[in-house]
């Protein structure tokens, strides 16, 4: 019986961390890893990484987007096999708005995407920034890559 109480538990234990999600709604302040463990993340209004402050992505984490909002870095983000996607049950083209790198100063922001996959969005924005990419997954035809070359 003792058995079948724990084993019931930990399937609603189970359950609960399947479904366990990381909101956030606040600038990136400090250096941050987001984890395997926390994912997926939802991005629930426009941030910015800010300057001088690196963001890293691990391996297989979900990081989403609400309609209209985007993420600003200033400072360095580096992902390695991520998805970026929407945070709709039924996204549609453009939900979210994009990545958007800039520069702060005499400091460039850096967006470095290795093997990633970025849904739904309309753009990767440059702006003075750099974005680096290694084996990203085809855009959609509705995807821009803006200002690559200014």
Known sequence: MK????????????????????????????????????????????????????????????????SGVYLRVLGTLNAYGSLFTSSSATPTKGIWNGLRVEASGATK?????DSCTVEYAIYLYDQNGQINFRHLRPMPDYQRIIGLLA
């Open 109 to 113: 922001g850096t967006i470095s995407l």
């Open 3 to 66: 058995k079948c109480i724990l084993l019931f538990i930990g399937a609603i234990l189970f359950m609960f961390g399947t479904y366990a999600q990381t909101n956030i709604g606040s600038n990136f302040t400090a250096n941050t890893t987001l984890t395997v463990a926390n994912s997926p993340y939802t991005i629930t209004g426009t941030i910015s990484v800010n300057a001088g402050v690196t963001v890293t992505v691990e391996k297989n984490v979900v990081i989403k987007f609400n």
